[in-house]
T-cell receptor
Framework: SQQGEEDPQALSIQEGENATMNCSYK?????LQWYRQNSGRGLVHLIL?????REKHSGRLRVTLDTSKKSSSLLITASRAADTASYFC???????????FGKGTLLTVNP | DAGVIQSPRHEVTEMGQEVTLRCKPI?????LFWYRQTMMRGLELLIY????????DSGMPEDRFSAKMPNASFSTLKIQPSEPRDSAVYFC???????????FGPGTRLLVL
């Protein structure tokens, strides 16, 4: 079963706007990761946040984690058309080896 | 590094035929994962290997699916016989010990008619 569930399923914004995607999960984790998938391509790792961290930044990406609510959010600031892709959260369920992916948020950034 | 390599990139076959998907992980990575992606079910882990040994195959849908890793640089996922419901994109991913992120190949898009 899918442990991570992203919300919304689809998001359409204008270039320059910020995009926020949310992820909820069900069990304890060691870390949570976000991946991006461009159409017709494999997934690419974006950022990892550990269970003892609350916020992490990488360039235009900001990830938050609330383990009490079992939720995470990914914020992309100043979006660009090239950010158009599907974004997935993945949790390790405490295993350190297996990842369980949500169904993703399809982000469309209109020029 | 060339990244994770998968072949073929596209496969069209008829129901009942055998399908073999291939994967070459990143050199030095000792974990290899096979995933299946469909619109309905999203990205599902089928099986993963550590040091060429299958560790968890609980995601393999049924006996028609089998996976092998004869050496550190090669793995196959075989479907025999194939069925239309096997149509999906199959991804291979690898990671190294001590690393927490997985590196995905470009995927094989399988269509079973």
């Amino acid at each position: 079963s899918q442990q991570g569930e992203e919300d919304p399923q689809a998001l359409s914004i204008q270039e320059g706007e910020n995009a926020t995607m949310n992820c909820s999960y069900k069990t304890s984790i060691n870390n949570l990761q976000w991946y991006r998938q461009n159409s017709g391509r494999g997934l690419v790792h974006l950022i990892l946040i550990r269970s003892n961290e609350r916020e992490k930044h990488s360039g235009r990406l900001r990830v938050t984690l609330d383990t009490s609510k079992k939720s995470s959010s990914l914020l992309i600031t100043a979006s660009r058309a090239a950010d158009t892709a599907s974004y997935f959260c993945a949790t390790d369920g405490g295993s350190n080896y297996k990842l369980t992916f949500g169904k993703g948020t399809l982000l469309t950034v209109n020029p | 590094d060339a990244g994770v390599i998968q072949s073929p990139r596209h496969e069209v076959t008829e129901m009942g035929q055998e399908v073999t998907l291939r994967c070459k992980p990143i050199s030095g990575h000792d974990y290899l994962f096979w995933y299946r992606q469909t619109m309905m079910r999203g990205l599902e882990l089928l099986i993963y290997f550590n040091n060429n040994v299958p560790i968890d195959d609980s995601g393999m849908p049924e006996d028609r699916f089998s996976a092998k890793m004869p050496n550190a640089s090669f793995s196959t996922l075989k479907i025999q016989p194939s069925e239309p419901r096997d149509s999906a994109v199959y991804f291979c991913a690898s990671r190294g010990t001590g690393l927490e992120t997985q590196y995905f190949g470009p995927g094989t898009r399988l269509l079973v008619l």
